[in-house]
Protein backbone atom coordinates (compact mmCIF):
# COMPACT_ATOMS: atom_id res chain seq x y z
CA UNK A 1 0.00 0.00 0.00
CA UNK A 2 1.02 3.40 -0.83
CA UNK A 3 0.01 6.75 -1.44
CA UNK A 4 -0.20 9.93 0.32
CA UNK A 5 -1.44 10.43 4.10
CA UNK A 6 -3.57 13.27 5.86
CA UNK A 7 -3.79 14.08 9.51
CA UNK A 8 -5.99 16.78 11.06
CA UNK A 9 -4.57 19.85 12.65
CA UNK A 10 -5.93 19.51 15.69
CA UNK A 11 -4.93 17.53 18.83
CA UNK A 12 -7.13 14.58 19.96
CA UNK A 13 -8.01 14.95 23.66
CA UNK A 14 -10.71 13.53 26.41
CA UNK A 15 -11.13 10.09 25.33
CA UNK A 16 -12.96 8.29 28.10
CA UNK A 17 -13.11 4.01 28.88
CA UNK A 18 -16.60 3.84 27.86
CA UNK A 19 -19.85 5.52 26.91
CA UNK A 20 -21.59 4.64 30.67
CA UNK A 21 -18.38 6.17 32.00
CA UNK A 22 -19.04 8.94 30.04
CA UNK A 23 -22.87 9.52 31.69
CA UNK A 24 -20.85 9.59 34.64
CA UNK A 25 -18.56 11.82 34.52
CA UNK A 26 -20.92 14.23 32.65
CA UNK A 27 -23.39 13.79 35.17
CA UNK A 28 -20.54 14.76 37.85
CA UNK A 29 -19.78 18.01 35.70
CA UNK A 30 -23.40 19.10 34.75
CA UNK A 31 -26.43 17.30 36.94
CA UNK A 32 -28.90 19.80 36.39
CA UNK A 33 -28.47 20.83 32.89
CA UNK A 34 -30.53 19.58 30.78
CA UNK A 35 -29.85 16.74 28.42
CA UNK A 36 -32.68 15.70 26.69
CA UNK A 37 -36.08 17.42 25.26
CA UNK A 38 -38.76 15.42 23.68
CA UNK A 39 -42.76 16.23 22.35
CA UNK A 40 -44.96 14.83 25.15
CA UNK A 41 -48.73 15.57 25.51
CA UNK A 42 -48.87 18.74 23.32
CA UNK A 43 -45.39 19.74 24.59
CA UNK A 44 -41.93 19.46 25.21
CA UNK A 45 -40.93 17.28 28.08
CA UNK A 46 -37.26 18.41 29.31
CA UNK A 47 -34.78 15.95 31.34
CA UNK A 48 -31.73 17.02 33.08
CA UNK A 49 -28.70 14.57 33.11
CA UNK A 50 -29.11 13.36 36.84
CA UNK A 51 -32.23 12.46 35.62
CA UNK A 52 -31.74 10.88 32.46
CA UNK A 53 -28.70 8.50 34.27
CA UNK A 54 -31.32 7.95 36.82
CA UNK A 55 -33.76 6.84 34.29
CA UNK A 56 -31.41 4.61 32.06
CA UNK A 57 -30.00 3.24 35.54
CA UNK A 58 -33.74 1.58 36.37
CA UNK A 59 -33.82 0.55 32.40
CA UNK A 60 -30.09 -1.07 33.03
CA UNK A 61 -31.19 -2.79 36.43
CA UNK A 62 -34.59 -4.30 35.07
CA UNK A 63 -31.95 -5.40 32.50
CA UNK A 64 -29.83 -7.31 34.68
CA UNK A 65 -33.37 -8.75 36.52
CA UNK A 66 -33.76 -10.22 33.18
CA UNK A 67 -30.14 -12.21 32.88
CA UNK A 68 -28.40 -10.04 30.80
CA UNK A 69 -24.82 -10.74 30.79
CA UNK A 70 -21.92 -8.53 29.32
CA UNK A 71 -21.72 -7.91 25.31
CA UNK A 72 -24.88 -9.94 25.25
CA UNK A 73 -27.07 -8.60 22.85
CA UNK A 74 -30.56 -6.26 23.05
CA UNK A 75 -32.05 -4.99 20.32
CA UNK A 76 -33.77 -2.14 19.61
CA UNK A 77 -36.13 -1.93 16.92
CA UNK A 78 -38.01 1.60 17.36
CA UNK A 79 -38.01 5.45 15.33
CA UNK A 80 -36.07 8.25 16.51
CA UNK A 81 -37.28 9.34 20.41
CA UNK A 82 -36.31 9.94 23.30
CA UNK A 83 -36.98 6.45 24.80
CA UNK A 84 -34.50 4.93 21.89
CA UNK A 85 -31.72 6.83 23.84
CA UNK A 86 -33.02 5.83 26.88
CA UNK A 87 -33.10 1.98 25.77
CA UNK A 88 -29.70 2.23 24.31
CA UNK A 89 -27.98 3.70 27.03
CA UNK A 90 -29.81 1.52 29.59
CA UNK A 91 -28.59 -1.48 27.04
CA UNK A 92 -25.01 0.06 27.70
CA UNK A 93 -25.11 0.85 31.17
CA UNK A 94 -26.41 -2.92 31.41
CA UNK A 95 -23.00 -4.19 29.86
CA UNK A 96 -24.48 -5.32 27.00
CA UNK A 97 -24.68 -4.34 23.53
CA UNK A 98 -27.23 -2.96 21.51
CA UNK A 99 -28.07 -4.29 18.32
CA UNK A 100 -30.71 -1.88 15.91
CA UNK A 101 -33.34 -2.56 13.78
CA UNK A 102 -34.86 -0.31 11.51
CA UNK A 103 -38.89 -0.09 12.42
CA UNK A 104 -39.32 -0.05 8.33
CA UNK A 105 -37.65 -3.45 8.05
CA UNK A 106 -39.56 -6.24 7.24
CA UNK A 107 -40.47 -9.26 9.49
CA UNK A 108 -38.25 -11.73 7.03
CA UNK A 109 -35.04 -9.36 8.16
CA UNK A 110 -36.23 -8.51 11.42
CA UNK A 111 -35.98 -12.44 12.21
CA UNK A 112 -32.68 -12.47 10.32
CA UNK A 113 -30.76 -9.70 12.43
CA UNK A 114 -32.34 -10.41 16.00
CA UNK A 115 -31.04 -14.54 14.94
CA UNK A 116 -27.62 -13.48 13.63
CA UNK A 117 -27.08 -11.06 16.59
CA UNK A 118 -27.94 -13.27 19.05
CA UNK A 119 -30.56 -10.70 20.84
CA UNK A 120 -31.69 -12.26 24.24
CA UNK A 121 -34.12 -8.89 24.33
CA UNK A 122 -35.66 -6.28 22.07
CA UNK A 123 -37.21 -2.71 22.80
CA UNK A 124 -39.84 -2.38 20.04
CA UNK A 125 -41.81 0.75 19.89
CA UNK A 126 -45.29 -0.22 19.43
CA UNK A 127 -47.86 -3.54 18.35
CA UNK A 128 -46.69 -3.25 14.74
CA UNK A 129 -43.09 -3.92 15.68
CA UNK A 130 -43.93 -6.78 18.01
CA UNK A 131 -45.85 -8.89 15.57
CA UNK A 132 -43.28 -8.93 13.17
CA UNK A 133 -41.23 -10.47 15.94
CA UNK A 134 -44.20 -12.67 17.01
CA UNK A 135 -44.31 -13.66 13.29
CA UNK A 136 -41.06 -15.39 13.55
CA UNK A 137 -40.72 -16.29 17.20
CA UNK A 138 -40.08 -19.96 16.20
CA UNK A 139 -36.79 -18.56 14.66
CA UNK A 140 -35.96 -16.72 17.70
CA UNK A 141 -35.25 -19.08 20.13
CA UNK A 142 -32.53 -16.40 22.24
CA UNK A 143 -35.16 -14.25 22.36
CA UNK A 144 -36.30 -14.21 25.86
CA UNK A 145 -38.39 -10.71 26.30
CA UNK A 146 -39.79 -8.16 24.12
CA UNK A 147 -40.12 -4.90 25.99
CA UNK A 148 -42.63 -2.38 24.17
CA UNK A 149 -42.73 1.17 24.26
CA UNK A 150 -46.41 2.09 23.32
CA UNK A 151 -48.62 -1.17 23.70
CA UNK A 152 -49.47 -3.47 26.39
CA UNK A 153 -47.52 -6.20 27.52
CA UNK A 154 -49.25 -9.91 27.30
CA UNK A 155 -48.28 -11.23 30.86
CA UNK A 156 -45.51 -13.39 29.70
CA UNK A 157 -42.87 -12.81 26.45
CA UNK A 158 -43.94 -8.88 26.11
CA UNK A 159 -44.05 -6.60 28.72
CA UNK A 160 -44.02 -2.94 29.18
CA UNK A 161 -40.59 -0.27 29.43
CA UNK A 162 -42.48 0.51 32.62
CA UNK A 163 -43.06 -2.50 33.86
CA UNK A 164 -39.18 -3.11 33.00
CA UNK A 165 -38.42 0.22 35.01
CA UNK A 166 -40.34 -1.57 37.95
CA UNK A 167 -38.29 -4.32 37.64
CA UNK A 168 -35.25 -2.25 37.84
CA UNK A 169 -36.31 -0.26 40.61
CA UNK A 170 -36.68 -3.88 42.99
CA UNK A 171 -33.34 -4.99 41.77
CA UNK A 172 -32.21 -1.97 42.52
CA UNK A 173 -33.56 -1.86 46.11
CA UNK A 174 -32.10 -5.25 46.84
CA UNK A 175 -28.65 -4.86 44.81
CA UNK A 176 -28.13 -0.88 45.08
CA UNK A 177 -24.59 -1.24 43.50
CA UNK A 178 -25.20 -3.85 40.60
CA UNK A 179 -25.76 -1.56 37.54
CA UNK A 180 -22.48 0.43 38.31
CA UNK A 181 -20.77 -2.57 38.90
CA UNK A 182 -21.35 -3.59 35.43
CA UNK A 183 -20.75 -0.50 34.23
CA UNK A 184 -17.54 -0.94 35.44
CA UNK A 185 -16.82 -4.06 34.01
CA UNK A 186 -16.78 -2.43 29.84
CA UNK A 187 -13.84 -1.94 29.05
CA UNK A 188 -12.93 0.37 25.86
CA UNK A 189 -12.77 -3.28 23.94
CA UNK A 190 -15.98 -4.42 24.33
CA UNK A 191 -18.50 -4.35 22.01
CA UNK A 192 -21.02 -1.71 22.51
CA UNK A 193 -23.14 -1.65 18.89
CA UNK A 194 -23.90 -3.79 16.18
CA UNK A 195 -25.58 -2.54 12.91
CA UNK A 196 -26.68 -4.43 10.27
CA UNK A 197 -25.35 -2.64 6.75
CA UNK A 198 -27.71 -3.17 4.46
CA UNK A 199 -25.92 -4.29 0.93
CA UNK A 200 -26.98 -4.33 -2.02
CA UNK A 201 -26.73 -8.03 -2.46
CA UNK A 202 -27.22 -10.63 -0.25
CA UNK A 203 -28.33 -10.33 4.41
CA UNK A 204 -27.30 -7.67 5.69
CA UNK A 205 -23.80 -7.54 8.15
CA UNK A 206 -23.66 -6.80 11.30
CA UNK A 207 -20.59 -4.22 11.65
CA UNK A 208 -18.94 -4.43 15.20
CA UNK A 209 -18.39 -1.29 17.04
CA UNK A 210 -16.56 -0.81 20.45
CA UNK A 211 -16.76 1.30 23.14
CA UNK A 212 -13.78 2.86 22.06
CA UNK A 213 -15.14 3.67 18.90
CA UNK A 214 -17.93 5.86 20.24
CA UNK A 215 -15.53 7.69 23.24
CA UNK A 216 -13.27 8.27 20.44
CA UNK A 217 -16.08 9.74 18.41
CA UNK A 218 -17.06 11.98 21.23
CA UNK A 219 -13.65 13.11 22.34
CA UNK A 220 -12.51 13.60 18.60
CA UNK A 221 -15.26 16.06 17.89
CA UNK A 222 -14.87 17.60 21.14
CA UNK A 223 -11.64 18.30 19.86
CA UNK A 224 -12.58 20.23 17.01
CA UNK A 225 -13.63 23.22 19.16
CA UNK A 226 -16.63 24.09 16.68
CA UNK A 227 -19.43 23.07 19.85
CA UNK A 228 -20.09 23.75 23.19
CA UNK A 229 -22.27 23.37 26.03
CA UNK A 230 -24.24 25.92 25.40
CA UNK A 231 -25.21 24.65 22.04
CA UNK A 232 -29.07 22.88 21.39
CA UNK A 233 -29.12 20.41 18.62
CA UNK A 234 -31.87 19.19 16.77
CA UNK A 235 -32.28 15.28 16.33
CA UNK A 236 -34.73 13.86 13.84
CA UNK A 237 -31.96 11.16 11.81
CA UNK A 238 -32.79 7.87 12.53
CA UNK A 239 -30.62 6.53 15.23
CA UNK A 240 -30.47 2.71 14.04
CA UNK A 241 -27.60 4.72 11.66
CA UNK A 242 -24.29 5.64 13.34
CA UNK A 243 -25.03 9.27 11.74
CA UNK A 244 -27.63 9.75 14.59
CA UNK A 245 -26.09 8.09 16.89
CA UNK A 246 -22.63 9.66 16.88
CA UNK A 247 -24.75 12.81 17.45
CA UNK A 248 -25.43 11.50 20.58
CA UNK A 249 -21.82 10.73 21.64
CA UNK A 250 -20.69 14.45 20.90
CA UNK A 251 -23.85 15.36 23.04
CA UNK A 252 -22.79 13.30 26.01
CA UNK A 253 -18.84 14.04 25.89
CA UNK A 254 -20.02 18.13 25.73
CA UNK A 255 -23.16 18.39 27.81
CA UNK A 256 -25.07 20.46 25.15
CA UNK A 257 -28.87 19.80 24.85
CA UNK A 258 -30.80 17.70 22.29
CA UNK A 259 -34.04 17.77 21.21
CA UNK A 260 -35.04 14.95 19.91
CA UNK A 261 -38.25 13.92 17.49
CA UNK A 262 -38.06 11.75 14.42
CA UNK A 263 -40.80 12.60 12.79
CA UNK A 264 -39.62 13.85 9.50
CA UNK A 265 -42.87 15.88 8.56
CA UNK A 266 -42.73 17.54 11.71
CA UNK A 267 -38.98 19.36 11.18
CA UNK A 268 -40.23 22.73 9.73
CA UNK A 269 -42.39 22.72 12.71
CA UNK A 270 -40.06 21.53 15.46
CA UNK A 271 -36.98 23.67 14.48
CA UNK A 272 -39.43 26.97 15.07
CA UNK A 273 -40.05 25.61 19.04
CA UNK A 274 -36.65 24.38 19.43
CA UNK A 275 -34.68 26.91 17.68
CA UNK A 276 -31.58 24.96 17.70
CA UNK A 277 -27.82 26.15 17.06
CA UNK A 278 -26.68 22.80 15.20
CA UNK A 279 -28.62 20.33 13.32
CA UNK A 280 -27.16 17.14 10.77
CA UNK A 281 -29.07 16.14 7.81
CA UNK A 282 -28.85 14.39 4.54
CA UNK A 283 -28.18 16.04 1.80
CA UNK A 284 -31.38 15.71 0.33
CA UNK A 285 -33.31 17.77 2.69
CA UNK A 286 -30.75 20.41 2.68
CA UNK A 287 -31.63 20.01 -1.47
CA UNK A 288 -35.14 20.31 -0.54
CA UNK A 289 -34.92 23.41 1.49
CA UNK A 290 -32.94 25.07 -1.12
CA UNK A 291 -34.98 24.27 -3.93
CA UNK A 292 -38.45 24.96 -2.02
CA UNK A 293 -37.32 28.88 -1.25
CA UNK A 294 -36.10 29.65 -4.99
CA UNK A 295 -39.08 28.36 -5.89
CA UNK A 296 -41.18 29.80 -3.77
CA UNK A 297 -39.13 33.00 -4.50
CA UNK A 298 -39.72 32.62 -8.43
CA UNK A 299 -43.46 32.51 -7.97
CA UNK A 300 -43.37 35.87 -6.14
CA UNK A 301 -41.87 37.37 -8.91
CA UNK A 302 -41.39 40.86 -9.79
CA UNK A 303 -39.38 43.32 -7.30
CA UNK A 304 -38.90 40.42 -4.33
CA UNK A 305 -37.63 38.33 -7.02
CA UNK A 306 -35.22 41.16 -8.29
CA UNK A 307 -34.30 41.63 -4.25
CA UNK A 308 -33.96 37.79 -3.52
CA UNK A 309 -31.35 37.52 -6.40
CA UNK A 310 -29.41 40.52 -6.17
CA UNK A 311 -28.84 39.09 -2.52
CA UNK A 312 -27.81 35.45 -3.30
CA UNK A 313 -25.30 36.81 -5.97
CA UNK A 314 -24.03 39.03 -3.39
CA UNK A 315 -24.00 36.54 -0.51
CA UNK A 316 -21.95 34.21 -3.08
CA UNK A 317 -19.43 36.84 -3.90
CA UNK A 318 -19.03 37.49 -0.13
CA UNK A 319 -18.63 33.93 0.66
CA UNK A 320 -15.90 33.46 -2.40
CA UNK A 321 -13.97 36.43 -0.99
CA UNK A 322 -14.04 34.37 2.53
CA UNK A 323 -13.04 31.23 1.83
CA UNK A 324 -10.22 33.08 -0.81
CA UNK A 325 -8.22 33.90 2.49
CA UNK A 326 -8.50 37.93 0.87
CA UNK A 327 -11.62 38.52 3.12
CA UNK A 328 -14.39 40.70 2.04
CA UNK A 329 -13.88 44.62 1.23
CA UNK A 330 -15.04 47.12 2.92
CA UNK A 331 -18.03 47.73 0.53
CA UNK A 332 -18.23 44.05 -0.16
CA UNK A 333 -19.68 43.78 3.70
CA UNK A 334 -21.76 46.42 3.69
CA UNK A 335 -23.97 45.09 0.63
CA UNK A 336 -23.59 41.96 2.50
CA UNK A 337 -25.11 43.78 5.11
CA UNK A 338 -28.05 44.45 3.60
CA UNK A 339 -28.82 41.93 1.85
CA UNK A 340 -28.42 39.98 5.13
CA UNK A 341 -31.07 42.59 6.48
CA UNK A 342 -33.65 41.84 3.50
CA UNK A 343 -33.45 38.37 2.94
CA UNK A 344 -31.13 35.89 4.61
CA UNK A 345 -32.15 37.32 8.65
CA UNK A 346 -35.80 36.16 7.08
CA UNK A 347 -34.88 33.07 5.58
CA UNK A 348 -32.71 31.90 8.94
CA UNK A 349 -35.86 32.83 10.89
CA UNK A 350 -37.20 29.93 9.10
CA UNK A 351 -34.75 27.79 11.53
CA UNK A 352 -35.44 29.54 14.32
CA UNK A 353 -32.90 31.75 14.28
CA UNK A 354 -30.38 30.61 15.92
CA UNK A 355 -28.35 28.26 13.42
CA UNK A 356 -24.59 28.41 13.84
CA UNK A 357 -24.04 25.58 11.14
CA UNK A 358 -25.57 22.65 9.62
CA UNK A 359 -23.82 19.07 9.31
CA UNK A 360 -24.32 17.05 6.12
CA UNK A 361 -23.56 13.23 5.56
CA UNK A 362 -24.17 10.20 3.86
CA UNK A 363 -23.98 11.33 0.48
CA UNK A 364 -22.71 13.95 -1.84
CA UNK A 365 -23.28 17.58 -0.83
CA UNK A 366 -24.03 20.22 -4.00
CA UNK A 367 -21.60 22.90 -3.93
CA UNK A 368 -24.39 25.49 -5.32
CA UNK A 369 -26.49 24.03 -2.13
CA UNK A 370 -23.38 24.17 0.37
CA UNK A 371 -22.81 28.04 -1.08
CA UNK A 372 -26.23 29.08 -0.72
CA UNK A 373 -26.40 28.23 2.81
CA UNK A 374 -22.92 29.54 3.52
CA UNK A 375 -24.26 32.82 1.41
CA UNK A 376 -27.38 33.06 4.40
CA UNK A 377 -25.16 33.09 7.35
CA UNK A 378 -26.37 29.29 8.01
CA UNK A 379 -23.18 27.10 6.92
CA UNK A 380 -23.43 23.13 6.00
CA UNK A 381 -19.86 21.45 7.34
CA UNK A 382 -19.84 18.16 5.11
CA UNK A 383 -18.86 15.03 6.78
CA UNK A 384 -17.85 11.57 5.44
CA UNK A 385 -17.60 8.14 7.35
CA UNK A 386 -19.17 4.50 7.37
CA UNK A 387 -21.14 2.53 9.32
CA UNK A 388 -17.70 0.57 9.30
CA UNK A 389 -15.71 3.67 10.62
CA UNK A 390 -18.54 4.55 13.20
CA UNK A 391 -19.99 7.64 11.10
CA UNK A 392 -17.52 10.30 11.75
CA UNK A 393 -14.39 10.18 9.97
CA UNK A 394 -13.65 13.41 7.68
CA UNK A 395 -15.20 16.54 8.00
CA UNK A 396 -14.96 20.26 6.59
CA UNK A 397 -14.38 22.94 9.78
CA UNK A 398 -16.79 25.91 9.71
CA UNK A 399 -13.65 28.31 9.81
CA UNK A 400 -12.79 26.76 6.53
CA UNK A 401 -15.33 25.82 4.31
CA UNK A 402 -13.28 24.01 1.82
CA UNK A 403 -16.33 23.64 -1.00
CA UNK A 404 -16.67 20.38 -3.06
CA UNK A 405 -14.66 18.18 -0.42
CA UNK A 406 -14.68 16.27 2.67
CA UNK A 407 -12.45 18.27 4.92
CA UNK A 408 -9.75 16.70 6.92
CA UNK A 409 -9.52 13.20 9.05
CA UNK A 410 -10.89 13.98 12.92
CA UNK A 411 -8.32 13.99 15.21
CA UNK A 412 -6.55 10.86 15.59
CA UNK A 413 -7.97 9.67 12.62
CA UNK A 414 -5.46 8.52 9.29
CA UNK A 415 -6.30 8.69 5.48
CA UNK A 416 -4.51 7.55 2.82
CA UNK A 417 -4.96 7.01 -0.95
CA UNK A 418 -3.87 3.24 -1.95
CA UNK A 419 -1.93 2.63 -5.27
CA UNK A 420 -5.58 1.85 -7.21
CA UNK A 421 -7.07 5.32 -5.61
CA UNK A 422 -9.21 3.92 -2.99
CA UNK A 423 -9.37 5.59 0.28
CA UNK A 424 -7.93 3.94 3.58
CA UNK A 425 -9.05 4.68 6.67
CA UNK A 426 -6.85 4.16 10.01
CA UNK A 427 -8.24 4.97 13.72
CA UNK A 428 -10.15 4.02 16.78
CA UNK A 429 -13.21 4.72 15.18
CA UNK A 430 -13.01 1.49 12.98
CA UNK A 431 -15.12 -0.92 13.30
CA UNK A 432 -13.60 -4.38 15.22
CA UNK A 433 -14.68 -6.40 12.06
CA UNK A 434 -18.18 -7.53 10.61
CA UNK A 435 -20.70 -10.34 13.01
CA UNK A 436 -19.07 -14.09 12.44
CA UNK A 437 -18.17 -12.90 9.04
CA UNK A 438 -14.22 -13.40 9.49
CA UNK A 439 -13.78 -14.16 5.36
CA UNK A 440 -15.53 -10.49 4.46
CA UNK A 441 -13.78 -9.05 7.27
CA UNK A 442 -10.51 -9.83 5.90
CA UNK A 443 -11.12 -8.67 2.69
CA UNK A 444 -11.88 -4.56 4.03
CA UNK A 445 -9.33 -4.79 7.05
CA UNK A 446 -5.61 -4.38 5.98
CA UNK A 447 -2.58 -4.62 7.30
CA UNK A 448 -1.22 -2.35 9.83
CA UNK A 449 -4.65 -1.27 10.78
CA UNK A 450 -5.98 0.29 7.65
CA UNK A 451 -9.57 0.10 6.91
CA UNK A 452 -10.37 -0.18 2.44
CA UNK A 453 -13.48 2.26 2.25
CA UNK A 454 -14.67 1.01 -1.12
CA UNK A 455 -14.24 4.62 -2.16
CA UNK A 456 -12.08 6.11 -4.55
CA UNK A 457 -10.62 9.63 -3.68
CA UNK A 458 -7.64 12.13 -3.27
CA UNK A 459 -5.74 14.47 -1.11
CA UNK A 460 -4.82 17.75 -2.45
CA UNK A 461 -1.71 19.93 -1.94
CA UNK A 462 -3.35 21.16 1.81
CA UNK A 463 -4.52 18.02 2.90
CA UNK A 464 -8.14 17.91 1.93
CA UNK A 465 -9.76 14.39 0.99
CA UNK A 466 -12.06 14.83 -1.95
CA UNK A 467 -14.18 11.59 -2.92
CA UNK A 468 -14.14 10.92 -6.62
CA UNK A 469 -16.08 7.56 -7.18
CA UNK A 470 -16.79 3.96 -5.97
CA UNK A 471 -14.49 1.65 -6.32
CA UNK A 472 -17.20 -0.93 -8.00
CA UNK A 473 -17.93 1.33 -10.45
Not at 164 to 188: F, I, Q, W, Y
Not at 402 to 425: C, S
Request: charged share 20%.
Amino acid sequence: MAGNITTAPETLTGVNVSVPKMLVDRVAATPDAPAFKYPDNGGWQQVTWAEFKTASDEVAAGLLSLGIELEQRVGIASNTRYLWILADMGIMRAGAATTTVYPSTGAEDVAYILGDSGCRIVFAEDDTQVAKMRERRDELPDLGKVVVFDGEGDGDWVITLDELRSLGRDHLAANPSSVDDRSNEVKPENLATLIYTSGTTGKPKGVELLHSCWTYEGAAMTSLGIISIDDVQFLWLPLAHSFGKVLLCAGLQVGFLTAVDGRVPKIAENLGVVKPTIMAGVPRVFEKIYNGVNQMQETEGGFKLMVYGAAVDTGKKHTAAGTSGKGPSALMKVRYGISDKLVFSKIRERFGGNIRFFISGSAALSKDVAVWFASAGMPIIEGYGLTETSAATCVVRPSDLAFGTIGMPLPGTEIMIAEDGEILVRGPGVMRGYHALDEQTAEVMLADGWFATGDIGEIDDEGYVKITDRKKD
